[in-house]
């Protein structure tokens, strides 16, 4: 079975401008990625700010393009998937976004949020399909009237979270979806998305600069540096033996209790 | 004990007009000399308001009202500020080092503030504007403004949240070399662990008030509050 996206010598090069009329120097966001992501698994994507994390999932959701490499989805290049129907794909493959507070639409009522990605459905069905991704994710039925702000930065996430499940998505990716939010919502949140994995069929990728995070939820590990795969594997082996020096820093730095030695 | 450099007795503050609403107490505090006091708790919880009141800023809030006692044996120079998000804590339109001497700081006390960061005039230049910086150096140079005036107390309000894992390191062991000169840190976090690696004491903070306080060890092993039990086990921590 093909994989669920195959990234082969995937680039994705920014032209920076100096000036006006200079074709400015290429910065490479990502750089000649070679990895598969496999039906079925949760991976956790981690790295510093700047190391490509966001680029790597704008290329997963077709916002922005590889500028050289092949990026496959199922088998097939996602550009020629994206160019016969966005919206099928989007129907397959969700992303969940970092500020819950920026993504969703503060005018609407959550029916209308979590029912925008189903839009072309017969009302019925939509409405039977709001109604149970709104439940799936712990809100009560009344919160489908209310706007955003009155909603709580954890009741936001969880309506976010309702608006892809409605889709019924195969492969979720998830853009540091706990960073703004507090330490007891942050582990409702985790324990939400949890109990939601054996619903996404094809995984999850679960992209975050936390290991205490990751390690909370990801099968497999993959860590970005400056734009190129520094390492990858299952995460217990990443976690308890990483193998770059990237890894190893993002390790040291999870504020541990009791402390390490000789930290203070 | 009397060596509190900051004392907060039966504080309750008051917001609005009418029907005042209670942000904070009553609360009973202290910063103690050569302390690290972490104020941890969730949003809402008050521990920005407690800053501000022990910066004497809440005066300034419109509607703002206190009652009970504050103590601050500090003079306004020896409090500094660390705020959380160093991009908007620096003015995009000034260089670093007209920031730097905005509170009447001379070269020299500019010069020693930046090496005490590690940024020393070879590595950063003056004429320099925020945007040419990394966030860790715009951090560091925010963390040397506080320093200018050789403070005795520095309030840091959540001064990594916006920062990644490596910088947030970073930014603590710094701290740490600053407190090892004497300096005391209230330090002020949603974050459990990183506050318990960093401070002398802690307090939990809920909707205003004073949960409990105890010694890192103390809260993070013994929690006696249902409340902090459930902070304790929230906190995200490594599974190897």
């Given at each position: 079975m093909n994989p669920v996206f195959k990234f082969e010598n995937v680039s994705k090069i920014y032209r920076v401008r100096s000036g006006l009329f200079s074709k400015g120097a290429g910065f490479a966001a990502l750089d000649s990625i070679n990895f598969s992501l496999e039906r079925g698994k949760t991976y956790g994507l981690a790295g510093e700010s700047g190391s490509g994390k966001s680029t790597l999932a704008g290329l997963l959701t077709g916002m922005t393009h590889e500028t050289s490499g092949k990026l496959l989805f199922e088998g097939e290049p996602l550009r020629q998937v994206l160019r016969k129907g966005r919206a099928s794909y989007a129907a397959k493959v969700q992303m969940i976004f970092q500020n819950p507070y920026l993504s969703l639409?503060?005018?609407?009522?959550v029916e209308k949020i979590v029912g925008e990605g189903i839009l072309s459905r017969p009302s019925m069905e939509k409405k039977e399909r709001v109604r149970s991704a709104v439940k799936a994710v712990g809100l009560?039925?009344?919160?489908?009237?209310?706007?955003?702000?009155?909603?709580?930065g954890g009741e936001r996430q969880r309506v976010a979270i309702a608006r892809s499940l409605a889709v019924r998505p195969e492969f979720l990716i998830l853009d540091e979806?706990?960073?703004?939010?507090?330490v007891s919502v942050q582990a409702q949140i985790l324990a939400l998305l949890k109990s939601l994995r054996p619903q996404i069929p094809a995984g999850m990728l679960f992209i975050s600069h936390d290991f205490a995070l990751i390690s909370e939820l990801a099968d497999e590990v993959l860590v970005l540096d400056k734009g190129r795969l520094a390492e990858a594997g299952p995460a217990i082996d990443v976690l308890r033996n990483p193998q770059a020096e990237c890894t190893r820093r993002l390790l040291e730095a999870v504020p541990f209790w009791p402390p390490r030695e000789g930290k203070a | 004990m009397t060596n509190a450099l900051i004392e907060f007795r039966q504080v309750i503050l008051t917001y609005g007009k009418g029907e005042r609403r209670t942000v904070i107490g009553p609360l009973d505090l202290e910063v103690f000399e050569n302390e690290a006091l972490g104020i941890i708790g969730e949003s809402g919880a008050g521990k920005s308001t407690a800053a501000l009141e022990m910066l004497g800023?809440?005066?300034?809030?419109?509607g703002a009202r206190v009652a009970g006692e504050v103590k601050n044996r500090?003079?306004?120079?020896?409090i500094s500020y660390i705020p959380q998000d160093p991009l908007s804590a620096l003015?995009?339109?000034?260089?670093i080092g007209s920031q730097l001497a905005?509170?009447?700081?001379?070269k020299d006390l500019v010069r020693e503030a930046l090496t005490r960061v590690h940024l020393p005039l070879e590595k950063i230049?003056?004429?320099?504007?925020?945007?040419?910086?990394?966030g860790g150096m715009r951090q560091r140079v925010v963390i040397a403004m506080a320093l200018l005036h050789k403070p005795r107390l520095i309030i840091a309000d959540?001064?990594?949240?916006?920062?990644?894992m490596t910088l947030q390191a970073e930014v603590m062991k710094l701290f740490r070399q600053i407190r090892n000169t004497g300096v005391s840190f209230v330090f002020i976090t949603h974050n459990l662990p990183l506050a318990a690696n960093f401070c002398d004491r802690l307090l939990v903070m809920k909707n205003g008030k004073k949960i409990e306080t105890g010694t890192p060890a103390q809260i993070m092993?013994?929690?006696?509050?249902p409340y902090t039990c459930q902070l304790v086990e929230s906190s995200p921590r490594l599974h190897l």
């Open positions: 639409d503060p005018a609407w009522s009560s039925e009344d919160y489908l009237r209310r706007k955003p702000r009155a909603l709580s979806p706990t960073s703004q939010l507090d | 800023l809440l005066a300034l809030k419109e500090l003079a306004p120079r020896e003015d995009p339109l000034f260089s905005e509170s009447g700081a001379g230049s003056l004429q320099s504007y925020p945007h040419e910086l990394s959540e001064p990594t949240s916006s920062l990644d092993e013994n929690p006696r509050e």
